[in-house]
């Protein structure tokens, strides 16, 4: 089973759509970003939409404790999602302040498998994503995914999913899919005209089922 996360909610369509597929996760961006929403926002979102057993991801850069504070505070946080260039000891804070699972985002490049090993036992989870100058995340651009063995097997080691993020699309996901990834991340392969797509969230999950 591939795990599905969609992520860059940013409206209540959006998260009516996300929440009638078969992700298993739906993502929240509060950090700067196009997708950045505000927290009071999604929590009346939230209160027009049944999400069943999706789990609700915060994704944060460099954010300290009291700002996660202040997102919690409004919406039921399943994981943290730190998608800077946050430490170990921080990954660490983050996990003893809130008693949540904290993943961890690690850009493609050289080095970026010892980076993985560097959490291992900390992270409760990654998301490879790539790596583009000026960009922590959500540039729709993918990476050389003949690596994505490498991280999957470094993730199984360690017993914690791994997601693959940056430029999915239906177009493209097949390519993705032969390399076996625990794990899917999506936020622009989703949209059209900046807005979550029926059809193109069909069309991921048609071919998470066959191929």
Known sequence: ????????????????LTAASNAHYIGFVFAESKRNVHPEHVADWLRYVDIGTKQIVGVFVHASAADIARVAAHIPLSIIQCHGAETVDDVRAL??????????????REGALADMRAFAGVADGFVIDSGQKGAWGGTGKSFDWRFVPLYMEEAKRQGVPCFIAGGISPHNIADLLRYQPIGIDISSGIEENEQKSEEKIKMIEQKVRTC
């Open 95 to 108: 996990k003893e302040a809130f008693q949540l699972p904290v993943w961890k985002a690690i850009h493609h």
């Open 1 to 16: 089973m591939t795990l599905i996360k969609y992520c860059g909610n940013r409206s209540l369509r959006d998260v009516q």
